[in-house]
């Protein structure tokens, strides 16, 4: 089936059914889902997956899409606390003032995922490479790398780059670890979506997004 080596190829057998269930849930989102699955991409950087998610179950309760409400206080909570909260509470009122026009454009089947991350980048502020296309991939967009440590370490021990970074990479850096590991992903004929919740999955022992 693949050139994948050991221990990525039986995990990948063990794990391949769960990973390909995972990557089914994300393209079932629904649009009205959205907004929360970027506002989760927004709150991640510097904080833990959990905690944003906590803090995204409380924004949700409070229909903070429908009503705009400060939500400062909610990210600066102790019990799910968000580095960073005031420069990303604004950035999740700037983006709610405007996302049914980036909504438009992200459900747009004649954009690629390329495009889209592109407007995705230009529409959010302080949004990057990695955190566009982990959005995209949440709302079932495939194609796209989501480069971080996790991911740099398995790409290194595979061959496919040949130093882990030091520190976080230019565009033209990204867009060439990202299109030498969709090049081994063709190469290998696993996709590179279904590598990246693999390399995680090692990682963590979990599958999540």
Known sequence: ??????????????????????????????????????????????????????????????????????????????????RFHNTKAKRLLAIRADFQSLQSSVTDHFLNPEAKREIVIAKVSGLGMKEASHFLRNIGVRGLAILDRHI????????????????GPTKKQYLEIEAKWKMYAQKIGISMDELDLLFWSMETGVIRK
């Open 1 to 82: 089936m693949s050139n994948l080596p050991e221990p990525w190829f039986s995990t990948y057998a063990d794990r391949k059914e769960a990973i390909n269930a995972r990557l089914a849930d994300f393209a079932r989102v629904p649009v009205e889902d959205y907004f929360y699955e970027l506002a989760f991409c927004i709150l991640t950087p510097q904080s833990s997956a959990k905690n944003a998610e906590a803090v995204i179950a409380k924004l949700i309760h409070g229909k903070f899409l429908e009503t705009g409400f400060d939500p400062t206080t909610t990210l600066r909570d102790n019990e799910h606390y968000i």
């Open 152 to 167: 740099y370490r398995h790409l290194h021990r595979l061959g496919i780059i040949e130093n882990i970074p030091t520190s």
